[in-house]
Each structure stands twice: as C-alpha cells, then as structure tokens.
C-alpha cells in the first residue's frame, strides 16, 4: 500500500491495454499503486501476446515496425497517465514512464529528440520518459529535465552511475526551476535482485549470506541519494519481483521500505505485499553495516566493479534483444 505519511510510494510495472482499462483502475482506487513504470521487454510482452492489439494494428497497416509500435505504446501510456492524472493532480505520484529506444543508448541527441517527442505525442503531463544510465544518457537526462520532462533513469547498478544521475538530474531541474518551471520529478531506478540471482550460487558454495547483496546495494545508494538532498530525485527500486520460490513474493518490497522512494514491482508482487499486511520501515541502514558486507565480499574474491559492468551490459542487451524480437513480429 502507498504510504504517504513517510513518501514511500508503489509502482506497477506492467502496462496492457485490457489490464489497464480494468484492473489498473481498480488498483488505484483502492490506494495500492500511485504510478506505473514500463520498459521494452514489457511492451514486448504485451504487443506479442495479447489480441487487444489486433484492431489498432489494422488500422496501421503499411507503417513501419517502430511507427506501429510507438502508435501502440503512445496509446498505453496515454491511457495510463489519464487513470493516473486525479493523484499527480494532487501532487501524490502518479507518473507512468515510457522508454525511449535502447538501440539509442550511446547517441544524446537521438534520445533527447526521441524523449520530446514521445512526451509530445502522449500529450500528459505525468509522463516520465526512461533513459538508460550510460554516458550519452547522462547528458540526456539534464536536457530533458530542463524543459520540464519528468525523467526515469533506469539501469542502475553502481553507485558510481547513482552519482553521475544525480549530477545530471541536478543540473537540469536547476536550469527549468531558474526558467520558471514548477513542476519536473525525477527518479534512479535501482536494480535489486539481479544482484542476487547472478552471485547467490556462488555464495551459497561459500557459505556467505544469501539474498542481502542486491539489499545492501540498493541501500547505499538510497544513502548516497538522501544525502544529496534533492527532493525532486528520489530512489525507485527496481527488479524486486522474486524468481523461484526461495523467497517470500514480497521479499524486496519489505526489505526496501523507505522514506522518500518508490518500488515498482510485478502484481504478483504487489498482491503478495497487500496479503501480508504492514510492514516496517528498513531503510536507511548504516554505511558502516553495507560496507561490512561489501568487505566480506571483497574478503571472498568477488569484484563488485565486474558485477556492476557485467549486470549493465546484460541489462542493456535484454531491452535491446527484447525491443528488436517485438519489432520483427511487428513489421
């Protein structure tokens, strides 16, 4: 459940256009979600999977791959920011993001005009615009928030990327505030339980801690963005959703309550979170504790630089890989 009294806000992330002329509406009203999020491998899901497409797609015919799918995903995230308006109207949330290309990933500029004109077309104001954290979307997320475009940046896994968002983020929210511009949020979206299910194995040989590894990252970064203290960019924990059942569905959502941020999780997920009740405030945990288990991790011969590299990379591969398979399905 949303908790506005601490700012810890619930995202869905799932976007399908049946889902979200039914369900979506009900989860809003009953206060278990304030935003929604999406990415490639989501739409991809949806458009390849669902017969709630086939009518738009008729009337498309003739139109290139990507020109149906932005038609498609324009209508969604324009469908979802109208469901979600009434709370950004009241200032709680209420944001659904929409990724540009990741085949634009390392071109500022393309995804500067890509960001705009998505945000153009959906035509809402509680739309955020998903930028990956690499160098080219650094400068791409201060372009964007200087004209008063919410941005999500997505793909984090290191502090060292955190920081350079932060930078960025700063530097475009000053820029629109100093122009005059009231209202531009934005958020680092944290990857969690990647983390765990790439080093758990490994760790399970050695005896060590299982499941604490995305845990204690995502919460030094959370420290490392407080300490900042920019209201307008706060934490997103992303990748909470659990693979097997070695752990409680809601595992990462319990462990990650914060002030001052936001979760998004898949409905399973979240339903799991509702079914068991309250939870307590996690989060912050000292940097002493997170360092403690970072040094035990060094002590064991484990790279955290490798780990960060290898889970971007991975990241960016699989938004690239599922965004060209719903493409060629498309053309």
């Not at 209420?94 to 153009?120: Q, W």
């Not at 604490?212 to 490392?224: D, E, F, R």
């Amino acid at each position: 459940m949303v908790n506005t009294e601490i700012g810890f806000s619930l995202w869905l992330d799932f976007v399908e256009r049946d889902f979200l002329r039914n369900k979506f509406i009900h989860l809003i009203e009953a206060g278990m979600i304030n935003g929604a999020t999406s990415n490639p491998s989501i739409f991809a899901s949806a458009i390849t999977t669902s017969s709630a497409y086939k009518e738009q797609l008729k009337s498309l015919e003739g139109k290139s791959a990507k020109e149906k799918y932005e038609a498609l995903a324009i209508e969604d995230i324009k469908m979802a920011a109208i469901e979600l308006r009434g709370i950004y109207d009241e200032g709680n949330d209420g944001y659904i993001s929409i990724e540009v290309d990741p085949f634009l990933s390392n071109d500022t500029h393309a995804t500067v005009e890509e960001g705009k004109r998505l945000f153009k077309a959906i035509g809402e104001p509680n739309v955020m615009v998903k930028v990956p954290a690499t160098e080219a979307g650094y400068a791409a997320m201060a372009e964007l928030l200087s004209m008063g475009i919410s941005v999500n940046a997505t793909l984090i896994f290191s502090p060292e990327q955190a920081k350079k968002c932060l930078v960025a983020m700063k530097q475009g929210l000053d820029t629109f505030e100093n122009s005059g511009g009231r209202r531009a949020q934005a958020v680092i979206s944290v990857f969690v339980s990647r983390f765990d299910r790439l080093l758990d194995p490994m760790l399970k040989e050695k005896g060590l801690p299982l499941a604490k590894t995305g845990i204690y990252n995502a919460a030094k970064i959370y420290n490392l963005i407080e300490d900042n203290r920019t209201p307008s960019v706060r934490t997103l924990f992303a990748s909470t959703g659990v693979k097997g059942n070695e752990l409680e569905a809601d595992y990462y959502i319990r462990e990650l309550l914060a002030p001052h941020s936001v979760n998004t999780a898949p409905l399973s997920t979240i339903e799991s979170y509702m079914k068991a009740g309250d939870a307590p405030i996690k989060l912050p945990i000292s940097n002493e504790e997170i360092d403690a288990h970072f040094e035990m991790l060094k002590a064991a011969g484990i790279s955290m630089e490798e780990v960060y590299d290898t889970l971007l990379c991975e990241g960016l591969e699989a938004f690239e890989k599922a965004f060209k398979e719903m493409l060629e399905t498309l053309e």
